[in-house]
């Protein structure tokens, strides 16, 4: 079976609590190959805590997480992946390809300028800012240079936490472009994010953390339609108060 037939992302009956405080509880979830997911929660419901589990940087109570069918405590399980972390902060003495090239490193992948200033256009950086070192960057240039890193590396599974964090209209607009264009060429992106209108606007299916729980998994148009929502937006508080 070819790894395009496998599911990136299996979570089953997945726990976890920090002391009293139960974060997530008995979530499970499956990604199809090729697909674009979003999930959504307030801050502090357990989005980031899952994906930490996923990834293996915290493990659960309870519950299994698997990856291209390896379980995710394997570390060759994340061969395949590709994240960036929802408080991206590299070395402010690096410049921008120097970042690049250490972050690919790690994959055993070599450094391409020339792929580096196309990826950095794509999401409407400079490419001469990446002979710049990162601490004359702003916020939003920190932030594409980590998107650039992950799409650089070319795996065919990205989790991407708050991926819009930092970034202007403009470059917004150009990395729903690009993940789209991640999605044709058959990759699967899970990503989380406060802006739902972006989620409703490029998602094949989400999901809805609230109260520990998955309240949902599904479409954006299945969940409007349940909710009676017109906009993703309305749908999701008629949810969460629901939840509450």
Sequence with gaps: MTISAISPLEVRNLSKSYGSNRVLNDISLSLIP??????????????????????????PDKG????????????????????LPEKFQPSRYLRGNEYLSLALSYFGKSFNAEAAK????????????????????????????????????DAPFLILDEPMSGLDPRARIMLKEKLLACKREKKTIFFSSH????IDEICDRIGIISDAKLIFLGSPQEFKQIHKGETLEKSFLHAINIAA
Excluded: W
Excluded at 46 to 51: A, P, R, S, V
Excluded at 135 to 147: E, H, R
């Design 195 to 198: 802006i739902l209108s972006d």
């Design 118 to 153: 196309e990826v950095a256009a794509a999401v409407d950086l400079d490419p001469k800012a990446l002979e710049n070192k990162v601490g004359s960057y702003s916020k939003g240039m920190g932030q594409k240079l980590g998107l650039i890193g992950a799409f650089l590396v």
């Design 34 to 59: 090729g697909e674009l997911f979003g999930l959504i929660g307030l801050n502090g419901v357990g989005k980031t805590t899952l994906i930490k589990n996923i990834l293996d940087l915290t493990r």
């Design 64 to 83: 299994e997480v698997s990856l291209f069918g390896e379980s995710c405590t394997h570390a060759a399980s994340r061969r395949n992946i590709s994240y």
